[in-house]
């Protein structure tokens, strides 16, 4: 747990205010800065479209007045058509967005109370547009803290992986987003014009889910908000974060690799898709503020702290460990790189090696995959992986005398016959232990149509033999003698990996032609240490427990017919009761179905229900949401419901379906 700490160097208050943008519309934002301060402080800001009022409230009290008491202005913003900001939402991170972006930047810089110098950070979200705001490069910007997010939208988001549909996330966030977007502005803070404000901002919503499917592979869409296209765009200092349970975390490694590194530092531990201060599994965590408190100093205070002394990349190399859905802490340590790709590090290659044998796996094989975005709960990470090893082939390396330790992206080359013109194949490298348990250590995955370019969707020629090539997640991780080294390979991967048509039959591997490789780090020791986490005080929020809280995931088979059903419940924050006397709940339950000889079965279902109410004046506003995919050979089948009350009363309605051609998914 995170020190509270309750005395600063400065005294700060809080305001909310409305920011105006050029054509007129508001932005909802909370600042917290100095009363004491005897000249003007640089600015920080966070930017997205989560609900300062709200949703986010509970975590933005851990860090932005600890940012304040510490000599900045530490400001919070709604985006547009969120939240109580005026004005239509938009597509995630379209132009406006951004441009509305600068505009606060901008702004932040002319107040009276700033220096004229500004710092963004974020995670998930607000990472994004903190890279995409600094690839923009407004004239205030001068350093970012980026956590938990992408430099590539198409390759490294909810929505792709190697080319196929993101299943599992692709459609989960796109329907969370339904919901998030459809909930009302609250009076409290905007008036009386609230119903107003909500009802026409409902008009204004499409189901994200419709234009990324339309773009199934990397386009101009996904191009935008790449800062992968031009790295050298971003003028700001970077510090990437990542954490090796979260799926950006190759964000870092690539930040860290391509920006000039007297400009970048990149940090990435064994956390989820969380700050590393919250005390949420796997840890440890470390005293994230203060780290991060040391990089603002520097870039917007000209402080000589020697933060750019550190290493180019800090990283946490796990020890070995018994699979597990959770870990409170991971063993392991810390280890420093002055260069990316690191000297310490070199690539070894494994030969597969046997004949040619068929890779067929069932379509539930994924099952055991655990969560796509770990949050820090109970069940997110994958389980024990012997059964998803048994429908896969697999390969395996003994360690002997000496650990094998790992550090980035491992890659496979892998010699395939495909007698149908789609299919696509996923990695998994496992560690096993003596008494047979199997770890996942990371994975990847490649849609044959992909194996050009992710640009481009090329069909296999039926009969014919290629060789694949693609890299899986990084990891730092030990695998310690008597262990081995195990590579599993996948037809299937539900419902992380959509199934293509052809799926079920699947294709012939030839080992003798297919190969491994491990990026080895050399063993050093390193004098690494981070404070002990530290945060402002806590929100005064109530959770009532929750008598029938179900499972956070639940597989059923149906033995005879062969069917399998995966029930999760995200577990984003069910009710609580805010210090302004708002009650907020939420409840989502995720399905995906499939059946295990039937890749055109496959099926995804989200269902959200939302209430935020008010008893002290009697406001009562009410958000039904569903989302489903189904699909054929051809098509991706979308439907969507969006039902909204206040109180009993439907104010709003509306439904979509829609048909999108498989043109690589």
């Known amino acids: ?21 050029p054509d007129g519309t508001q932005l909802y934002a909370r600042i917290w800065r100095p009363v004491n301060a005897a000249e003007p402080v640089p600015a920080l800001l966070e930017y997205l479209p989560y609900r300062l009022s709200d949703w986010t409230a509970p975590r933005d009290s851990q860090r932005h007045p600890w940012y304040a008491g510490h000599g900045y202005a530490s400001v919070r913003v709604d985006v547009r058509g969120h939240g109580n900001s005026t004005g239509m939402p938009g597509d995630e991170y379209d132009a406006q967005e951004l441009a509305d972006g600068v505009e606060v930047v901008n702004w932040l810089a002319r107040q009276d109370w700033c220096t004229g110098r500004v710092g963004m950070f974020g995670i998930s979200w607000g990472g994004f547009n903190s890279l995409q705001i600094a690839a923009l490069a407004p004239e205030p910007l001068k ?36 919901a998030f977007v459809s909930r009302p502005p609250d009076p409290a803070q905007v008036g009386s014009v609230w119903r107003d404000m909500w009802l026409s901002r409902l008009e204004a919503v499409e189901p994200f889910i419709h234009t990324w499917l339309a773009h199934q592979t990397r386009d101009d869409y996904w191009k935008h908000g790449s800062v992968c296209e031009d790295y050298a765009a971003i003028e700001a200092a970077v510090l990437t974060v990542g954490g090796w349970h979260d799926p950006y975390r190759d964000t870092a490694l690539r930040l860290v690799g391509n920006l000039d590194p007297s400009r970048v530092r990149g940090l990435i531990g064994p956390w989820s898709h969380q700050y590393p201060d919250r005390g949420l599994p796997p840890g440890p965590g470390i005293g994230f ?11 917007l205070k000209g402080e000589d702290n020697g933060v750019m002394d550190e290493p180019l990349l800090r990283s946490w190399i796990s020890e070995s460990h018994p699979p597990a859905t959770v870990y409170p802490e991971l063993p392991g340590r810390w280890v420093g790189d002055t260069a990316w790709p690191s000297p310490h590090v070199t690539p070894v290659s494994y030969a597969l090696q046997g004949d040619p044998m068929e890779v067929r796996s069932p379509m539930q094989t994924g099952l055991d995959a655990g969560r796509f975005f770990p949050f820090g709960n109970d069940s997110d990470l994958p389980p024990d992986q012997r059964d998803e090893d048994a429908k896969s082939v697999c390969f395996e390396f003994p360690v002997r005398q000496a650990a094998i330790e790992i550090l980035g992206r491992a890659k496979v080359h892998l010699s395939v016959r495909s007698d149908v013109p789609t299919g696509q194949v996923v990695a998994r490298l496992c560690d096993v232990a003596p008494d047979g348990s199997s770890t996942l250590v990371t994975r990847g995955a490649l849609n044959f149509s992909a194996r050009h370019g992710r640009d481009r969707s090329d069909p296999w020629k039926p009969g014919t033999t290629e060789s ?11 695998f310690p003698p008597g262990h081995r080294i195990r590579l599993s390979v996948s037809s299937a991967y539900w419902p992380w990996i959509w199934p293509q048509p052809d799926s079920a039959h699947g294709w012939i591997l030839d080992p003798a032609a297919s190969t491994m490789e491990l990026p080895v780090r050399a063993h050093t020791e390193d004098d690494i240490t981070f404070e002990e986490p530290e945060q402002s005080e806590p929100l005064a929020v109530e959770y009532p427990d929750n008598p029938d809280e179900r499972p956070e995931r639940l597989v059923v088979r149906d033995v005879a ?14 009710t609580r009761i805010y210090p302004d006397g708002l009650e907020f709940s939420e409840d989502a339950l995720e399905t995906y179905t499939i059946n295990e000889a039937d890749a055109l079965s496959a099926h995804t279902r989200s269902d959200w229900s939302i209430r935020l109410h008010r008893p002290e004046t009697g406001w009562d506003a009410r958000v039904r949401t569903r989302s489903e995919i189904t699909c054929d050979a051809q098509d991706f089948i979308t439907t969507s419901e969006v039902v909204c009350q206040e109180g009993e009363e439907v104010v709003f309605r509306r439904s979509w379906e829609k048909r999108i051609p498989r043109t690589a998914g």
Not at 159 to 175: K, N, R
């Open 1 to 21: 747990m995170a020190r509270i700490r309750t005395e600063f160097p400065y005294e700060t208050r809080r305001e909310d205010v409305w920011i105006p943008l």
């Open 143 to 178: 350093a970012i803290v980026t956590v938990c997010s992408a430099d590539d939208r198409y390759d490294n988001d909810v929505h792709y992986m190697g080319g196929s549909v993101l299943a599992v996330d692709m459609h989960a966030w796109a329907a969370t987003m339904l």
């Open 289 to 299: 503020l203060q780290e991060t408190l040391r990089w603002w100093d520097h870039h």
């Open 468 to 478: 694949l090539t693609f890299e899986l997640n990084g990891i730092g991780h030990t």
């Open 561 to 574: 017919k062969g069917d399998w059903r995966l029930e999760v419940d995200p577990r984003y924050g069910g």
